[in-house]
Nanobody, 120 residues
Framework: QAQLVESGGGLVQPGGSLRLSCAAS????????MNWYRQAPGKERELVAT????????NYAESVKGRFTISRDNAKNTVSLQMDSLKPEDTAVYYC?????????????WGQGTQVTVSS
């Protein structure tokens, strides 16, 4: 059974940093693209960062580019999101997502989310 468990959220002051981690189990982690999404109150869930299965390519939403860094460790089945220079508008529930697309179907798994609050 596929499982994604996020950790590392919390309350931080503007300008501060947090590191989110996501531990994966129950599926072939190393062949999945990994994503971090976030959802703020009253807003739709948005894609924040993506890393390819081998970790060689990353992409970021414009709003976090230069401040957030996604990374993965395929030996440990983990993906992380380093968040620096945090702003109040980064406040949201952050979700880890695994995705693999084949010609037959799309495989997609979600974590339960972790709250990040940026406030003074």
């Amino acid at each position: 059974q596929a499982q994604l468990v996020e950790s590392g959220g919390g309350l931080v002051q503007p300008g501060g940093s947090l590191r989110l981690s996501c531990a994966a189990s129950g599926f072939a982690f190393s062949i999945y693209v990994m994503n971090w999404y976030r959802q703020a109150p009253g807003k739709e869930r948005e894609l924040v960062a993506t890393i390819t299965s081998g970790g060689d390519t990353t992409n970021y939403a414009e709003s976090v580019k230069g401040r957030f860094t996604i990374s993965r460790d395929n030996a440990k089945n983990t993906v992380s999101l380093q968040m620096d220079s945090l702003k109040p508008e980064d406040t949201a529930v952050y979700y880890c997502n695994a995705q693999r697309v084949t010609w037959q179907r799309t495989y997609k798994f979600w974590g339960q989310g972790t709250q990040v609050t940026v406030s003074s």
